[in-house]
């Protein structure tokens, strides 16, 4: 439909922008003209109702309030802020960039104006500052800019992840690196013990007490450990090197473990993340469903052809035999999208459980192991005794003192799967880094 008395369209186009700018602000007094006191402006603007952060952003806002596990001052702590502090932040600038397409799509309902050139039949350039403003869209502008909202929310999931996922590769390269200096440190007290035992049995073989078989078999021992010891330092340096590479520095002087808190609470952030691509996809069909409904724009040009204004009703896709089926499609796109919550939910919550019930039997594990080592060292000591006494051989010696050594090697390995799962249940949480500090 289009209005042809160019008069009574300008009026139109006048009156509306005029509304539009009314409702801004910027038109206080259509009538007289001026322009209200500052005082009072900037009254208004104090006593104006601020909006909840929890309701305006619910995503970000539970981002902000989310804490870290890391307890400060303890290893896992250093690691964790020297690695934060060296990162990149691809994931922040994305998020910059996000909030200033939001921050455009907030005045995507004012006019739009810009210039028209064109060649008319006569060779002549006409020129025209042509203004479009849109009075009714179906919700396609409001659903424009809960799409940009949406898109900075999860711009601000990622950079919890990435931050999350760059503190866990950090610390598993720590715990990595730690154990293997541990394991190693281990067998560099067994290779001094064996060593001991090679001596003394090359003494009985030199002496013809003993035959020369027990004294291969124990160089053979030795060579293992020797390997074994070089393999965990191998290890230990690598990790150590890819560490401070992230770091920016070395963190060659932090030992030990500990340092994580309880992470019971809070959504996981794949749940969050859900829930913003649910408002994605609602925000997305509701665009596509205002393509297929009619608008109304007022526009109005002047300049070389002149000063023309109209009113137009139109949509953007045109109705065929597939509209009524793309129109069912797009409100149960909405639905599928409200599903992905339920099975994000669902999926955090099994990885949760078993990783939580893994950490428990590595912890288990891990005492009884400790036990076990204990006893080991005890029999290890009688038969010490009884060696020096006279009741035992060397190689029964050395067979118990195998028997202890393997046990500590098997609480070594189960203190570090403890802590690796201790680890992983922080991550599946999201709770490795702080929302506040992303």
Partial sequence: MRIGRHGLGMIVVAVALSGCMKDMGVVSRFAGGSNPPAEETVARAANAPRPDPAQAAPVIHALSLRDTVVEPGTPYASVANAVIASDNRVAAAELHVAQLRADAAKYNWLPAIGPRISLNSLGDFVADLVINQVLFDNGRKKAERDLAK??????AVKLVEDGNDRVDDALKLYIRAEENRELAAHLELALKDMTHFEWIMNERVRGGVSDM???????QKLASIRARRGEALETARTALEELDAMAGRPLTEVRGLGGLRDASGGAALGVLRAQVERDIAVAEAKIARASHLPSLVASGSVGDSGRLGSLDVGSD?????GTVSDLR???????????RIGEARETADRAIRSQSSQLAAYTRQAKEAELLTRQAKQNLDLFQRQYDGGQRQVMDVVGVYETYAAALETAIELKYKAARAELELARLRGALAEGAQM
């Fill in 213 to 219: 078989s027990d004294l291969n078999i124990l160089r």
């Fill in 317 to 321: 896709s045109l109705f065929s035999l």
């Fill in 150 to 155: 949406a898109h900075v929310e999860l711009a």
């Fill in 329 to 339: 499609a797009i409100e149960a796109s909405k639905e599928a999208a409200e599903r």
